[in-house]
């Protein structure tokens, strides 16, 4: 898998090409929703590779159609992986297209308008997460603040070996949670430089939540948006 490390300690950029080419895709303002999700599921697949390359092998003997060998299969107990709540929903099928007995948690957050803290909602995750490897997952690290609460609240359920893979990041966002969590890597497509006056990460591609399931930027009830 293509990849470069950030400056940025921790961080790698996943620059295989047909990571950057679906990146694109999600940029462009004219990806209708339903493209949207099938590229987010598609590079969130790819991200996950990057992400999981150091998930442990053994040897079991095997036998094909023509010889018996020793082939390589997954040990230990399979990832946690945990969307935030609502737009790492799109990311998460990807996700178990490559690793289907992965478990689910759910995660949800959302950003309080006037001082963009993350407030937690709804949580729900294996009761032997502290035994497994997890992954968390949300399109948009803007602010920072959905992941940095995210990864409290999961090293507070006693989560140990933590991965964070986002679409796309901003740097202010990257480097917070690199400093609140300077234990958990995290892997994207794209890393922009600024954040604009709204915490939109510019370039960016907007709110993925929104382009996701076609919500049209319209807020939720309590005036929150996805990408924090």
Not at 92 to 109: F, N, R, S, Y
Not at 166 to 175: E, H, I, S, V
Request: hydrophobic letters at 50%.
């Amino acid at each position: 898998m293509h990849a470069s490390r950030d400056e940025i300690a921790g961080l790698t950029i996943v620059t295989h090409p047909l990571v950057q080419h679906r990146l694109t895709q999600l940029r462009d303002r004219g990806t209708p929703p339903e493209r949207f999700r099938a590229e987010l599921r598609s590079v969130a697949a790819l991200l996950g590779a990057a992400a999981f390359a150091d998930l442990p092998l053994a040897l079991q003997p095997i036998h094909t159609p023509i010889a018996t060998m020793n082939a390589p299969v997954l040990v230990g107990a399979p990832p946690v992986i945990v969307p935030v709540l609502r737009a790492g929903l799109a990311m998460a099928d990807g996700l178990l297209d490559l690793l289907p007995e992965a478990a689910i948690a759910h995660l949800g957050l959302y950003r309080d308008p006037a001082t963009l803290a993350a407030i937690e909602y709804y949580f729900k995750a294996p009761a032997d997460i502290a035994d497994r490897p997890v992954m968390l997952v949300d399109p948009m690290l803007a602010t920072g603040n959905s992941a940095i609460a995210a990864l409290d609240r999961l090293k507070a359920a006693g989560a140990r070996d933590l991965r964070f893979v986002c679409l796309l990041a901003a740097r202010p966002g990257a480097a917070a949670v690199r400093t609140a969590h300077p234990d958990v890597p995290i892997w994207t497509a794209g890393l922009d430089p600024l954040l604009d006056g709204q915490s939109y990460i510019v370039p960016g591609l907007g709110d993925a939540g929104d382009r996701a399931f076609g919500t049209s930027h319209i807020e939720d009830a309590q005036g929150s948006r996805d990408g924090a």
